[in-house]
């Protein structure tokens, strides 16, 4: 009875005076509160965590900068907490979920997207699910997609992370029965104007199926892609 009275104090939410935490939100939705660290002090970023790691829940801080989790560590509250250099990621698991059944890919048309696919993987894998992450497969050589062609079509759900012109999502959801979430990255000279390019591009596909989430925006892909992906698999039970 104690421990039920202590988890449901602080729900739905608590209010630290410069944010409200919302503990609920792994109730409703079956993923804990998300810390986006940009605009926040360090300070605030670490009084959050740690109203988020007191409920036991993993916890996820997305891009974050080297010096944010340095001072994290130094509390000496975390010592599982991990930083996801790529991704700008601060991970902390202190719960193993059940991994999906299947595998989500996220496929990227370059190496230069791999910061955004990364922060897509790392989300991913923190609510459960099992990934693969394909690297360099863009349209200026398409032909080296092909040899994975067979697992792609096996998936539920697939993201697919793109810069410059943004056609991969298109060409991938010619060839794919399953659903595209298309990610635009801000990867291109000039008149690629920081993402819009291929945001525009991914709008516009002919290709049907092909959904897209805001420019950079790996975070959203994936969740939107787990969301999906655990509907998927509770009904195929």
């Given amino acids: 009875m104690d421990e039920a009275i202590e988890k449901l104090r602080h729900l739905p939410f608590e209010d630290l005076g410069f944010a409200c935490i919302d503990h609920h939100r792994q109730i409703r939705r079956g993923f804990p509160e998300v810390i986006y660290c940009p605009g926040k002090t360090t300070d605030h970023i670490i009084k959050i965590f740690e109203s988020l790691a007191s409920k036991g829940n993993n916890v996820l801080a997305t891009r974050a ?3 944010v989790f340095d001072a994290l560590t130094s509390t000496g509250k975390f010592p599982g907490a991990r930083y996801e250099k790529m991704a700008r990621a601060i991970v902390l698991e202190q719960q193993e979920l059940p991994a999906s059944k ?12 791999l910061p955004v696919a990364s922060e897509a993987q790392v989300t991913a894998e923190i609510m459960g699910q099992r990934t693969e992450l394909i ?4 349209v200026a050589g398409l032909h080296r997609l092909f040899r994975h062609l067979p697992n792609l079509q096996s998936a539920n759900i697939v993201i697919v992370v793109a810069g410059m012109e943004g056609a991969l999502a298109s060409v991938m959801g010619g060839l794919l029965s399953c659903p595209i979430i298309a990610v635009p990255t801000s990867v291109g000279y000039g008149s690629s104007f920081e993402g819009l390019s291929a945001l525009l591009t991914m709008l516009n596909s002919c290709a049907s199926g092909v959904t897209a989430v805001n420019i950079d925006n790996g975070f959203s892909a994936a969740v939107t892609a787990t969301l999906i992906n655990k509907k998927i698999e509770a009904n195929s039970e």
């Fill in 135 to 138: 690297c360099d497969f863009g």
């Fill in 65 to 67: 900068a080297p010096d």
């Fill in 102 to 113: 299947t595998v989500l890919p996220i496929v990227t048309a370059g190496t230069a997207d």
